[in-house]
């Protein structure tokens, strides 16, 4: 298993503007998860992108995955307040998940 | 759908005590339930792999004497943390694993934070 490296470890917007945060792995993945977690909360499973698609949508939310450069990133457009917390990527090679730092958004309203 | 419960929430207990965690998949059977440690400010540390029917592997540095895992059912793993002390004190997240296809999803639940005095 392997974790992922988020950049920036912070990133803090005004409400309204898009959020990007940017996900870098090692080795290949089956599949690669976002996650958010609410300063003292669980985690909330947002997005999960399989090895053979390059971008996925749900919502506000926008992933692209890049498997030769081995990278991901997650797009949050027109951001609110409720959007602050922290953001995880995860890839995926089966088994157990193994976390990075994340990375912090504070979106002021 | 794919709900992941603890119990409890929160505890405060004493040092030398010991206390009992559970962690339910309430709409699906996890075939795998994870746990993780957090401390503040930090990421989340994988503690050990539960499998029902089986002993948990536990990760490099996690005693598991002191922290011990049963996994009864498809859908309860519990974690005790025996002679509790206050460098236990830590934020504690579940998770089970949904098999879907050929992916695997893990849904978390929503922590249980220990204060040992």
């Known amino acids: 298993s392997q974790q992922g490296e988020e950049d920036p470890q912070a990133l803090s917007i005004q409400e309204g503007e898009n959020a990007t945060m940017n996900c870098s792995y090692k080795t290949s993945i089956n599949n690669l998860q976002w996650y958010r977690q609410n300063s003292g909360r669980g985690l909330v499973h947002l997005i999960l992108i399989r090895s053979n698609e390059r971008e996925k949508h749900s919502g506000r939310l926008r992933v692209t995955l890049d498997t030769s450069k081995k990278s991901s990133s997650l797009l949050i457009t027109a951001s609110r307040a409720a959007d602050t917390a922290s953001y995880f990527c995860v890839p995926n090679q089966g088994g157990k998940l193994i976390f990075g730092q994340g990375t912090e958004l504070s979106v002021k309203p | 759908g794919a709900v992941v419960s603890q119990h409890p929430s929160w505890v405060i207990c004493k040092s030398g005590t010991s206390v009992k965690i559970e962690c339910r998949s309430l709409d699906f059977q996890a075939t795998t339930m994870f746990w993780y440690r957090q401390f503040p400010k930090q990421s989340l540390m994988l503690m050990a792999t539960s499998n029902e029917g089986s002993k948990a592997t536990y990760e490099q540095g996690v005693e598991k004497d002191k922290f011990l895992i049963n996994h009864a059912s498809l859908t309860l793993s519990t974690l005790t943390v025996t002679s509790a002390h206050p460098e236990d004190s830590s934020f504690y997240i579940c998770?089970?694993?949904?098999?879907?296809?050929?992916?695997?999803?893990?849904?978390f639940g929503p922590g249980t934070r220990l204060l040992v005095l």
């Open positions: 998770s089970g694993t949904l098999q879907l296809g050929s992916y695997e999803t893990q849904y």
